[in-house]
Structure formats: structure tokens, C-alpha cells
């Protein structure tokens, strides 16, 4: 269980630690690399998980934040600066956690759904080029 969860803090295909699996920091292959486990899994929606995922992590930071700022510049709190570092906070938490509640989402839901064989991609064989009609051939 832990492992699932520490492959997917690595950006790595929770189910089998490979990859990478991003092809740039928003984007997320259709397959693992390695083992081929279907990163989508097949469902529409299926990434409203991961949008929770976010946004309850950047709750939690808030929460955080907040009560730490307070309790260290209690009794006097620099209201101003508090603006200003929450919405800078809140701003930047999400671009820079989004591919992180994406892969956390798929470790939580591999341990709540097991994959089966229908969640891994068939390897691919390369394209055979048709051949070319020649005079020969019956019509």
C-alpha cells in the first residue's frame, strides 16, 4: 500500500514504479511505459478524482499556513502580508501539486480497484505496409 503511494509522489506508474509517465508537467501518457497499465482506466470523469485530490491538499496547506502564520505573529498579525502570501499561495499550490494529485489518485484508486487484465494496453506490433498491386495479381 505504502508503496503505491511513494511511487506516486515519484511521478512513477503507481502500480509498477516505472516511467516516466509525463510528457511535460500537465500532461500524462495514455499508458505506463513499462507495464502498460492504462492511466486513465477507462472512465469519463475519471480525473474529477484527482481535481479532489487538489483541492484537498491545497485546503490542508491553507490550513496549515494560516494557523502557523498567526501563532507566529500573534498578537500583532501583518494583515496586509497575509493577503498577499495566501493569494500568492493558493495561486502557485495547485499548478505545482497537479501532477502530483494525479498520480496520488491513481495509487488511491488501484488500491480501491485492483487492475485487471482490461486495464493494460496490448503491446503493439508495427504496422504492416500494405503491398503493392502488381500486374500480376488477379484482379
Same mark, same amino acid.
Given at each position: 500500500?505504502?508503496?503505491?503511494?511513494?511511487?506516486?509522489?515519484?511521478?512513477?506508474?503507481?502500480?509498477?514504479?516505472?516511467?516516466?509517465?509525463?510528457?511535460?508537467?500537465?500532461?500524462?501518457?495514455?499508458?505506463?511505459?513499462?507495464?502498460?497499465?492504462?492511466?486513465?482506466?477507462?472512465?469519463?470523469?475519471?480525473?474529477?478524482?484527482?481535481?479532489?485530490?487538489?483541492?484537498?491538499?491545497?485546503?490542508? $496547506?491553507?490550513?496549515?499556513? $494560516?494557523?502557523?502564520?498567526?501563532?507566529?505573529?500573534?498578537?500583532?498579525?501583518?494583515?496586509?502580508?497575509?493577503?498577499?502570501?495566501?493569494?500568492?499561495?493558493?495561486?502557485?499550490?495547485?499548478? $505545482?501539486?497537479?501532477?502530483?494529485?494525479?498520480?496520488?489518485?491513481?495509487?488511491?484508486?488501484?488500491?480501491?480497484?485492483?487492475?485487471?487484465?482490461?486495464?493494460? $494496453?496490448?503491446?503493439?506490433?508495427?504496422?504492416?505496409?500494405?503491398?503493392?498491386?502488381?500486374?500480376?495479381?488477379?484482379?
Amino acid at each position: 500500500m505504502i508503496s503505491h503511494f511513494t511511487r506516486a509522489l515519484r511521478l512513477r506508474c503507481p502500480h509498477c514504479g516505472g516511467g516516466p509517465i509525463f510528457t511535460s508537467w500537465s500532461r500524462l501518457l495514455p499508458a505506463c511505459p513499462v507495464c502498460g497499465l492504462g492511466l486513465e482506466r477507462g472512465e469519463q470523469g475519471y480525473w474529477l478524482g484527482a481535481y479532489f485530490f487538489n483541492l484537498m491538499a491545497m485546503e490542508a $496547506v491553507f490550513a496549515v499556513y $494560516v494557523v502557523g502564520f498567526l501563532l507566529e505573529t500573534w498578537p500583532t498579525p501583518p494583515w496586509e502580508l497575509f493577503q498577499i502570501t495566501t493569494v500568492v499561495l493558493m495561486a502557485v499550490f495547485p499548478v $505545482v501539486f497537479f501532477p502530483f494529485s494525479k498520480t496520488l489518485f491513481l495509487a488511491f484508486d488501484l488500491l480501491m480497484r485492483p487492475p485487471d487484465e482490461e486495464d493494460f $494496453v496490448a503491446p503493439h506490433e508495427p504496422a504492416l505496409r500494405p503491398r503493392r498491386a502488381t500486374s500480376s495479381d488477379p484482379p
